[in-house]
């Protein structure tokens, strides 16, 4: 059995065919986490875990990036991928109550992105505040609820990373880890996990898998982003085998072990 710690099928790229996605997983032995990104996602993914005795999960959080508003533009996959944000307000309550639901495992995507930057730099710094602070807000939902964090960071691990230094006792994953060996360093020192997608066939992080601790590599989709090579289109959660083979192929072990391993690891983490 494989775990798809972070998935999208509660996004709109599966509002036709989500139980059918979602089926075909299962089915295929593999289990998933599907993360909100804002109040909407997170109560879709809580309803969509909430019709499956087990094998689906949810996480729930807002995403640094819905803390702004606008139409973004992302360019992870081959085409431009459009989404729009609406300057959410974090209500700590509403989150709460939501993680009422015994299928909630974890608080995110929670974190910071820099990527994205306003045109001047008193809106930049307002923004990079703002999102600090909702972080924060966050980080304390976790603590309160002993629940795992689930962290989105992109040209941010140096402000992320001492945050949490400042905020011992935190535990979570950093998702789809594009940072170098210093930063991994840094939050496995702090007993954080490191989440490997397809970003790994897009950004030459094989050095890095290599150094990491078997017992803190997890497994991850992103879809319905990063598909992974050899697949094209929208990504899905049967796609994970794929990541699974490259990591085995970097760590010098076999599929299997790479799956028992991975799978132990998310059941750790997330109380699976």
Not at 80 to 89: A, D, V
Not at 192 to 213: A, H, Q, R
Request: with cysteine; aromatic share 10%; charged share 30%.
């Amino acid at each position: 059995m494989l775990i798809d710690t972070h998935s999208h099928l509660n996004f709109n790229a599966y509002k036709e065919d989500a139980d059918e996605v979602i089926r075909r997983s299962l089915n295929s032995g593999i289990w998933m986490i599907n993360v909100g990104s804002q109040y909407g996602t997170s109560k879709r993914a809580v309803e969509i875990a909430e019709k499956h005795k087990e094998g689906v999960y949810a996480g729930i959080g807002l995403h640094p990036l819905h803390l702004a508003e606008g139409i973004f533009k992302t360019k992870l996959d081959k085409e431009e991928i459009l989404f729009r944000t609406n300057n959410e307000k974090f209500d700590y309550k509403k989150y709460k109550d939501l993680a009422q639901s015994k299928k909630v495992v974890a608080i995110g995507e929670i974190g910071l992105d820099y990527y994205y930057r306003p045109k001047t730099k008193i809106k930049l710094e307002d923004f990079k505040n703002r999102q600090k602070e909702v972080f924060l807000e966050q980080l304390g939902l976790a603590k309160e609820l002993n629940l795992p964090i689930i962290i989105h960071c992109r040209m941010a691990h140096q402000d992320l990373i001492e945050i949490l230094k400042n905020n011992i006792g935190a535990k979570g994953v950093v998702h789809c880890f594009t940072g170098n060996w210093e930063q991994a360093e840094e939050y496995l020192k702090m007993g954080f996990y490191i989440g490997f997608n397809g970003i790994i066939f897009k950004m030459n992080l094989d050095e890095i898998i290599k150094k990491i601790p078997l017992d803190k590599i997890l497994i991850e989709t992103d879809c319905p982003y990063l598909t992974p090579i050899p697949m094209e289109g929208r990504n899905e959660p049967i796609y994970i085998k794929y990541i699974v083979e490259k990591i085995a192929k970097i760590k010098g072990l076999s599929y299997e072990e790479i799956e028992e391993i991975t799978r132990k690891n998310a059941g750790k983490l997330f109380c699976l």
